[in-house]
């Protein structure tokens, strides 16, 4: 009997975590614009430690205080490693979910180093970081590439966890995986200014549309130059060839 009472509260419990982190995940896909950005989910396993290996490796070189950031930053799956590896570099973690953000928060108590702030990180300035890193959906890879390309420096390197981002030069692809299943991180810089000046005005893809446009219009008008030319000159009426032809059949 008394077994049976612990097995009924331990299956209530294990029933009201259920609907709790179901709950959790419902506010977390609306919160996320439902589907438009990623919702929480933590860096997990071999993934994990090649995306702390890559940004160790930017750290060690390092010949000044570097500040480091992740975008959309969940409880600090990556900060926290490296923050407490790297206690003479800032890292800084932004983040618009309440619940992991005070998880974040909780597990860095103590360590001076490392700033949770809640927040867009569409919209925060990243001019002066020097590290960035991010596991975002293949949505927001172009969107976010662009705010990148724009904004960050020279000499800052961005390490993106699983999808591409858009607009930024890419350096290196790590073959990783995640859940034993392939997977890659991608390592970029910011652009050169003439590839953004040039990718700014038309895409390659715009550009031939537009110059094969300018052809047909170029030939057309020559054509029809050569018509009317050629009409002035016999005293006829301004027809295209097909018409003359069928006036003098
Ligand atoms: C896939 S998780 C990654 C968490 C952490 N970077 C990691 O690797 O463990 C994405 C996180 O980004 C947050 N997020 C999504 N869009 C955001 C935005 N626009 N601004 C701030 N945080 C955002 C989500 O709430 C979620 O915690």
């Not at 975008?71 to 619940?99: M, N, R, T």
Request: glycine share 8%.
């Amino acid at each position: 009997m008394c077994c049976n009472g612990i097995i009924v509260i331990f299956a209530l419990l294990i029933g009201f975590a259920a609907i709790v982190y179901l709950l959790y995940q419902t506010y977390s896909y609306i919160k996320c614009g439902c589907g438009k950005y990623g919702p929480f989910v933590s860096s997990y396993g071999k993934i994990k430690e090649d995306m702390i290996e890559e940004a160790r490796a930017v750290l060690k070189k390092a010949k000044h205080k570097m500040k480091v950031t992740d975008l959309g930053c969940g409880s600090g799956a990556l900060l926290l490693p490296l923050a407490k590896e790297f206690p003479e570099h800032e890292f800084i973690g932004y983040e618009w979910d309440i619940v992991p953000l005070t998880m974040g928060k909780i597990k860095a108590a103590g360590l001076k180093n490392i700033t949770f702030i809640k927040g867009d990180y569409m919209k925060q300035d990243y001019k002066d970081m020097d590290l960035i890193m991010c596991y975002v959906l293949k949505v927001t890879g172009e969107p976010l590439g662009k705010i990148l390309a724009d904004n960050i420096k020279e000499s800052c390197v961005v390490i993106s966890e699983m999808f591409p981002l858009g607009h930024l030069e890419e350096t290196k692809q790590i073959e990783s995986s995640i859940y034993g299943v392939p997977e890659k991180i991608f390592v970029y810089k910011k652009p050169k200014a003439e590839k953004r000046t040039s990718k700014q005005k038309t895409t390659p893809k715009q550009t031939s549309v537009k110059s094969k446009k300018a052809e047909v219009k170029k030939t057309k008008t020559s054509d029809q130059t050569k018509v009317k030319a050629k009409s002035s000159a016999k005293g006829i009426k301004k027809t295209t060839k097909g018409e003359k032809n069928v006036k003098k059949k």
